[in-house]
Structures are given as structure tokens and as C-alpha cells.
């Protein structure tokens, strides 16, 4: 318990390097004093129970959880409850729960915390958002908080609510903790190694960023069950609004870093979207129903469920190429999960995170210099970098040769916390945050921007 608590605590100082939060108007809101008591808003999707994974010293015991009757509501305590009574460090959530139809009003009108989560269905999730912050509640919301073009304006104003009634309103951004993404960004912001980072082209992006998810997949030890309308992009989101929300967060949160960024800066160069096609047996597996419900028909053709899960936004930020893409299978190959594949070109060198088969399906970063470098000197600038820049803040990493010419980065076991355990660290800055009623600057504005992008991605893939 100690040492997962230790490494919890060197990632999130690691974090938030280079974010020291600047006392200005546009990062200050009322800092939280007390206990931060949650309210668990329609728990339909299982990251709102990978939050409650852990135990926050600020955090109150006591959620109050307001949901609609039904399968979702009794999974999430389902989760909580194995966490409790997990022998390995076992939490002490005590959970209030009222069921009905009025689940929002009822959390509204009575309003026992100070702190709503929100991870479940997305319909009405923005709509939610700006009803919560209008009452003086903080927000901690899961991805995507806006699924539509249309509805964007919405948040825009849920994000003005929040500041002049001095709350924090904030999404889970679980992939900037991933460790090889931190290595990846730390070594393009050394130049002796990564130079600058290149401008690319529609055709060679600068960045790239592909997140394969699947549909059926093992969470904290079970098969997921997950709810029917997961597979309803009117309810759940197409696939370029919703994990591609992890993707153009990391192309800002590491390309520009620090860097307050506007509307003007994003140009939508083309976008697309496909389908996942289910037979009525994967949507068994997967859901537990035999057949697929009303408000699938519309997608269903034959006896195929087409889910337009899968869609890719090519676009430049502040003129720097970058292309996001989400693709969902069925099921994963054995010994596999979701998978992360990234890279990022410089003047010297690229930074790749791979993530397949010879990866062993964990995440690897690879540093491959450019054609030309005279291999020897970037081998001596690159072990510098490390001694110098990134071993005081990270100790124990190490560069090995991979294939000629490239070398792959040596992380100890001791960093790889996994996925689940993201959520926890997330929400222990988030609670800081909370507490010192203050955050970065660029936070807020560069949510804003994250969410215009993806939505107006979502337009352009539409016209298609």
C-alpha cells in the first residue's frame, strides 16, 4: 500500500511539471474547504467506479449516488462493493443511493455534496454539466462532456456558469498519466535529442495518434457487461467525439504545453467516420440481451448493428499536422488490450509508442533518429539527456538498442501502475485543484479548444 501510494505521489508531481499554476483571474476560483463529499450522477459507464478506486484523505466516505432504476446502477455498486472487500488494501465507500426517474432533480434539489461525477450516458451529460455548475456545483466529469456540434455552444456556457459562480468544472484525462506518454513528451521538449518538433502535412503528419479500444474486454478482473445504449451514438457519442478526446488532449497537452490556445489555431483539414458491425451473438456477449432494443433499429441492417464507433480528424493545430483516429473491434486478441500507437516527428529524431504483439501488448517508447544522424553522437546525446534531464526526475530509466539505428526506452516495473490506477492519480490532482481553488491557465481555455476540436471534426466527418 505504501509503495502504490509513493509512486501515486512521484506521478503526480512528475505530472504537473513545467504547470506551475500563474495567480491570475482566468485560473482562480472559491478554493473548496472541508471534506469534498461526492455525488455519483447516473454511474452507467464503469470509470465512475474505477474513481472510487482508492481512498482521497479529503475526500469524504459518504457518496450520495443519484441514478434511474436498472442494471447500470446495481453494476457500479457491484464494483464499489468488491473494492471494499477486496483483501489488497480494501476502500470504506459508504454509498446513499436514490433510484428514480427523477435521479437529477432529486440530486438538485437536495444537493447532499459539493462534487459531482459524471460517467454514464452522454444524451444529456452537457446538459447535466451547465444544470450543475449553475447551482454551485464542482464538476468532475468523465469523456467526452459534449458529443454533438449542436450542443458545444452548451458547454461554452457551462464553462462561463462555472467561473463566475466560482466552481471547477473538469474532465478525466486518464491518458496524460500513462507513463510512456510522459517519457514521450518529455523527450520532445529536450532538443539535443528531439530538435523541434516538425510542421508536417496532411500526408506525413507531424503527430500521430491511433486508439484501438474493444467492445468486449476484461475490467478489474470480470468480463464487462456493458448497458445497450453504449451502442447507441445518439446516447453514448460517435467514436471521433469520445476517445478522440484523450488524443487531441495529448496533441495539445504536449505539443503546446503551457500554451493558451484559441479557435483560431484549429483548422479541420478532413475527417471520417465508420462503422463496427455486431452480429446479435457479440451483442449478447457484450450486453446480456438476446436482441437489440428500439432505439438500435435505426443502425441495425439485416440482422448487423452498424455503430459508427471508428472515426479519424486530420487537422493542424497552430500550423503543426496532426491526425487523431479511434477504432473499436469486437474483442481483442489473447494476451491483448486496448492499445495506444503514437508518434511525434522532430528535426532529430521520432518518438513512437508502440503497442502490439511485440510489445507484448504493453506500451514502449522507441526513439528512432532521423535518416542521416550519425548514430554515435545522438547515442552520446541521448544517454546526456537521460543523466542530465530525465534520470533526477524519473530514476531508473534507461535507453537500450532495438533495431539498428533506434533505441527503446528501459522503464522499471515500479512506473507501470496500469490503466485503472490513472483514475486515481487524476482525481488526486483534481482534488488539489479542489482545495487550492486554483489551476493552470491554460486548463480551462484548452479544454474549450480539445472539445471545438473533436466536435467540429465531427462536422467535417458528417459532410463527408
Known amino acids: 500500500m505504501k509503495l502504490t501510494i509513493a509512486i501515486s505521489a512521484l506521478l503526480s508531481v512528475l505530472i504537473s511539471c513545467n504547470q506551475a499554476p500563474k495567480q491570475t483571474s482566468e485560473t482562480m476560483f472559491t478554493p473548496l474547504e472541508g471534506k469534498v463529499k461526492f455525488m455519483n450522477l447516473d454511474p452507467g459507464h464503469f470509470h465512475a467506479a474505477l474513481v472510487q478506486k482508492s481512498m482521497y484523505e479529503s475526500v469524504d466516505p459518504v457518496v450520495h449516488v443519484y ?3 436498472g442494471p447500470e446502477v446495481e453494476s457500479y455498486l457491484n464494483l464499489i462493493e468488491r473494492y ?14 436514490y433510484r428514480g426517474d427523477d435521479f437529477f432533480q432529486k440530486m438538485i434539489a437536495e444537493k447532499p455534496g459539493n462534487v459531482m461525477v459524471v460517467s454514464g450516458n452522454n ?41 463566475e459562480n466560482g466552481v471547477l468544472l473538469c ?31 496532411p500526408d506525413n503528419p507531424a ?17 464487462l457487461i456493458r448497458p445497450p445504449w453504449f451502442f447507441d451514438t445518439e446516447q453514448q457519442g460517435e467514436g471521433i467525439v469520445d476517445v478522440n478526446t484523450h488524443l487531441v488532449d495529448l496533441v495539445q497537452w504536449e505539443a503546446f504545453p503551457t500554451v493558451i490556445l484559441e479557435k483560431s489555431d484549429v483548422e479541420i483539414l478532413s475527417a471520417r467516420r465508420w462503422t463496427t458491425d455486431l452480429t446479435p451473438a457479440m451483442f449478447e456477449k457484450v450486453t446480456g440481451q438476446k436482441t437489440f432494443p428500439d432505439y438500435l433499429q435505426k443502425d441495425v441492417e439485416g440482422d448487423v448493428l452498424k455503430v459508427y464507433s471508428n472515426g479519424e480528424i486530420n487537422y493542424a493545430l497552430k500550423g503543426v499536422h496532426a491526425k487523431v483516429s479511434v477504432i473499436w473491434n469486437f474483442q481483442a486478441p489473447e494476451g491483448s488490450a486496448d492499445t495506444h500507437f503514437s508518434v511525434m516527428r522532430g528535426s532529430k529524431c521520432k518518438l513512437v509508442i508502440r503497442q502490439g504483439e511485440a510489445e507484448g501488448y504493453k506500451p514502449m517508447l ?12 545522438f547515442e552520446s546525446s541521448l544517454n546526456d539527456a537521460i543523466a542530465n534531464n530525465i534520470a533526477s526526475k524519473y530514476p ?3 535507453a537500450e538498442k532495438a533495431e539498428e539505428g533506434s533505441w527503446m526506452l528501459d522503464v522499471p516495473q515500479k512506473y507501470k501502475v496500469g490503466h485503472e490506477a490513472h483514475f486515481g492519480q487524476l482525481t488526486e490532482k483534481y482534488l488539489g485543484w479542489l482545495g487550492q481553488g486554483m489551476l493552470p491557465e491554460w486548463e480551462i481555455p484548452n479544454m474549450i479548444i ?14 463527408n
Not at 496524460?176 to 510542421?199: C, D, H, N, P
Open 67 to 69: 441514478a434511474p432504476k
Open 84 to 97: 471494499n472487500t477486496r483483501e489488497d488494501n480494501p476502500t470504506a465507500w459508504e454509498e446513499k443511493v
Open 123 to 163: 444524451a444529456k451529460k452537457t446538459e447535466y454539466i451547465l444544470e450543475a455548475v449553475s447551482s454551485g456545483i464542482h464538476v468532475l466529469s468523465d469523456k467526452p462532456m459534449v458529443i454533438s456540434p449542436e450542443e458545444f455552444p452548451m458547454l461554452e456556457e457551462a464553462f462561463a456558469t462555472a467561473r
Open 171 to 201: 474532465d478525466i484525462m486518464t491518458e496524460r498519466y500513462e507513463f510512456t506518454t510522459m517519457m514521450q513528451k518529455a523527450f520532445s521538449q529536450i532538443e539535443a535529442v528531439f530538435g523541434t518538433l516538425e510542421k508536417g502535412s
Open 207 to 223: 503527430i500521430t495518434k491511433e486508439s484501438v479500444h474493444h467492445f468486449s474486454k476484461i475490467v478489474s478482473g470480470n468480463w
Open 366 to 377: 522507441y526513439i528512432e533518429p532521423n535518416e542521416g544522424t550519425d548514430l554515435a553522437a
Open 396 to 398: 531508473g530509466i534507461e
Open 450 to 463: 480539445k472539445y471545438y476540436t473533436t466536435t467540429e471534426g465531427m462536422k467535417k466527418a458528417m459532410e
